[in-house]
């Protein structure tokens, strides 16, 4: 329905994420519209694509909520791969054996939760692709940068079926 949201309402806010607070504690924010929102995430579909996360790859997402939490999880969902995101919240160990569990063959994290995927490689033994968000440290794999393909066509969106899985998700509620 993003495609079709960009279409009806282009300049409409689609997410709106906190960045900074002001010299007065005030929150500052910002924010994608329905049309830049689809236009990033096709972006980065292209770029999941090449570096291997298509259609049916389990793909951990470890990444704050924010702008590139919602255009990653559009652009995974574009390529027919399947998120996997566990609530933190649940504690490290129980969290890894979740991931564990998926045998993901992709992970797209934050440094620290790349810091994480480096003490535990027991629980990640399947993890083949991985992408950083943010400053890549020691891990090797690309940045979320290197791999935002951007293209004048939008990207052809998956043909996923209706009993494919569609996401894997660890809440604790």
């Known amino acids: 329905h993003l495609r079709r949201m960009a279409r009806i309402q282009p300049h409409k806010r689609a997410v709106v994420a906190p960045v900074s607070r002001d010299r007065h504690g005030r929150v500052a924010y910002t924010h994608l519209t329905f049309q830049q929102l689809d236009r990033e995430s096709d972006f980065l579909a292209y770029g999941l ?58 992970f797209i994290g934050i440094p620290a939760a790349h810091l994480l995927r480096s003490l535990y490689p027991t629980f990640f033994k399947t993890v083949k692709i991985c992408i950083t968000v943010g400053r890549r440290w020691f891990w090797g794999g690309s940045t979320l940068q290197q791999i935002r393909t951007p293209s004048d066509t939008p990207y052809p969106l998956a043909d996923t079926r209706q009993d494919e899985t569609a996401a894997i998700l660890f809440t604790t509620g």
């Not at 090449?50 to 255009?71: D, N, Q, S, W």
């Not at 566990?86 to 129980?94: A, E, F, H, S, T």
């Open 49 to 106: 694509e090449k570096a291997g996360i298509i259609r049916g790859t389990r793909t951990i997402l470890m990444v704050k909520p924010g702008l590139e939490f919602f255009a990653l999880t559009f652009a995974i969902f574009k390529t027919g791969a399947i998120p996997v995101v566990v609530d933190p919240g649940m504690g490290v160990r129980r969290m890894v054996t979740c991931f564990r569990e998926t045998k993901p063959s992709a």
